[in-house]
């Protein structure tokens, strides 16, 4: 039986939401997903459940109230969320923000695709350490 994984997607765009949840269901059944909408409320998520831990947090750079690399720093301080691997995406190519992301503590970032099915071929390969064989 395959672990299940909790995921904590943080995105201002609720398109991008549903986008993302319909390809995680192609990746993979055994998900739980928890949305907020804002950097600012995932960090609130995380400090008031200390028994919520995510296997994975994909956010948003680009966003609101707390932009994604505001988040990351707040997050990077939440006891038990400090090695939690922070995967940044965006509709605007990052390269030239790569550096930057990674040392602000992401680890990962990839450009939003054009639809769902390339969606899913990434998220399956950052998430195939939880997958397993199917």
């Known amino acids: 039986m395959q672990k299940k994984i909790t995921i904590l997607l943080v995105d201002d765009q609720e398109d991008d939401l549903y986008i993302f949840k319909r390809a995680l269901k192609q990746v993979d059944v055994s998900v739980k997903c928890v949305t907020a909408e804002s950097g600012k409320e995932a960090v609130e998520k995380l400090?008031?459940?200390?028994?919520?831990?995510?296997?994975?947090i994909f956010m948003d750079l680009n966003m609101p109230v707390m932009d994604g690399k505001k988040s990351i720093r707040e997050i990077r301080k939440v006891k038990n969320n400090k090695h939690t691997p922070i995967i940044i995406h965006s509709t605007k190519n990052l390269k030239e923000d790569a550096v930057n992301l990674i040392e602000t503590g992401a680890s990962f970032y990839f450009q939003k695709p054009n639809s769902i099915d390339e969606l899913a071929a990434i998220l399956e390969k950052i998430l195939s350490a939880h997958i397993g064989n199917k």
Request: charged letters at 40%; a negative charge.
């Open 47 to 56: 400090m008031e459940d200390a028994e919520f831990l995510p296997d994975y």
